[in-house]
């Protein structure tokens, strides 16, 4: 998704940041999973750094969570 993404914003010559979330904490069915856990996901930050070239935005739950985050994403 945020390959294509990339593509169109090209294509329109308009800026992009990929926004996606670390944790699902907001979802509706709470039995749902909350996500892939901290590791993974800052492994998936990273990859789109390193894969796409864009820069990552997340929200973050818990202000503990911030310094950690911040490694792998351009805007919290």
């Excluded at 294509?11 to 909350?34: P, Q």
């Amino acid at each position: 998704m945020a390959g294509n993404l990339k593509g169109i914003s090209e294509r329109l010559e308009i800026g992009f940041i990929y926004k996606t979330s670390l944790d699902k904490a907001n979802r509706t069915d709470l039995s749902a999973r909350r996500g892939v856990g901290m590791e993974a996901t800052l492994g998936l930050f990273a990859d789109l750094h390193r894969d796409l070239a864009v820069p990552v935005l997340s929200d973050v739950h818990e202000k503990g969570q911030c310094a950690e985050i911040a490694e792998g994403v351009d805007v919290l």
